[in-house]
């Protein structure tokens, strides 16, 4: 591990921004990019692909954005109608749902990710997040009281009360309620990203509020990432190149929050205490498999500086860069060989 002392920024907020470096041939001018942007999962999502076939190209944004949006109805928590929906519903009434093959593996996956986070990461946690309020997009508080957070924290619902057979889900804990709002944004972005392969595509970057993975390159060049300070936009506070295949996800206690006297409340939530972290202002993850890049951010992000390092080595995660409210920087000695501090 290796820590550098930034200057100190209050709530200091990332963003992963693509800045693409132009690649010149002697003959061959470069590819143009074809863009399409649309809003869904409460975020922009930016697609950008690289094909001299410019039909081909838009056939596969398309199947995109038509996935997108299914995925929008029905992986939300509290969307009507929704898989994850009527999973919490019968998971309330204690019975059980029959629930398809993708849904089933993405819960198992989703599990063991828990599991290697040592708790931090749960999509089990919904009934905590409805208690905070986050389920609704602009809450203003107040935050929940002391006695409800205990009571929350004496039935402990967590994914890991869910059971699974021949397709049959079932839980003996009413209070488990999925929200996948930690990695769901990363399983759009390797769906996405399988999809245009699919199709054909072999040069493409996907990003959903930030969250992106790559593939190929761009014009025969590296996609150069930059971390930003957004109170400096003009100046980068890092950059790295990603290589194709890889994605690279941000969490931070500054993407969604509401204040109460004179107090803030990050929508990241620690399964083990009820409350809100607040140690970590962001962290950014590199690893092959964007969910679970998703996943692990989130955890370590949780983990704050004392166990961080532990969550991340338990995830199989060797790239992590984190910046506490202080604007002290932790990482990994692989992501330090990469990252470029400007």
Excluded at 216 to 229: E, F, P, T, V, Y
Excluded at 252 to 259: H, V
Excluded at 288 to 293: G, N
Excluded at 297 to 304: E, H, N, Y
Aim: charged share 20%; aromatic share 8%.
């Amino acid at each position: 591990m290796t820590t550098t002392r930034l200057p100190s920024f209050w709530f200091i907020k990332l963003f992963i921004f693509a800045s693409i470096l132009t690649f010149m041939g002697c003959n061959n001018p470069p590819t143009p990019p074809i863009k399409a942007s649309l809003i869904v999962f409460g975020t922009t999502v930016d697609i950008t692909v690289y094909s001299a076939d410019k039909n081909k190209a838009n056939q596969a944004i398309h199947q995109v954005e038509q996935t997108f949006q299914t995925m929008h109805h029905e992986w939300h928590a509290w969307e009507k109608g929704g898989i994850v929906s009527k999973i919490n519903q019968a998971i309330a009434k204690k019975t059980s749902i029959e629930i398809p093959n993708s849904v089933a593996d993405f819960i198992i996956k989703s599990q063991k990710l828990s599991q290697q986070s040592l708790g931090l990461f749960d999509p089990g946690i919904g009934s905590l997040v409805e208690l905070w309020g986050f389920h609704s997009e602009n809450w203003q508080g107040p935050p929940p009281s002391a006695e409800k957070i205990q009571n929350w924290l004496n039935h402990k619902p967590s994914i890991a009360d869910i059971k699974i057979k021949n397709n049959q889900l079932t839980s003996k804990n009413p209070y488990v309620q999925l929200d996948f709002g930690g990695n769901a944004k990363g399983l759009a972005i390797d769906i996405a990203l399988k999809t245009l392969k699919d199709a054909g595509i072999k040069h493409a970057l996907v990003s959903i509020g930030g969250d992106m993975k790559a593939l190929g390159l761009k014009n025969n060049q590296a996609w150069s990432i930059g971390i930003q300070n957004p109170q400096k936009p003009s100046q980068a506070m890092a950059k790295i190149e990603l290589k194709g295949g890889e994605s690279i996800v941000t969490s931070g206690n500054y993407e969604r929050y509401f204040e109460w006297q004179g107090k803030r409340y990050s929508h990241i939530l620690d399964p083990g205490t009820g409350y809100p972290s607040n140690s970590f202002s962001s962290v950014t993850v590199i690893h092959k498999d964007a969910t679970t890049a998703d996943s692990a951010a989130t955890a370590i992000l949780v983990a704050g500086p004392k166990r961080w390092l532990a969550v991340a080595k338990s995830m199989g995660i060797e790239q992590v860069f984190c910046i506490d409210n202080q604007g002290q920087i932790r990482q990994t000695k692989q992501m330090a060989k990469r990252l470029k501090l400007l």
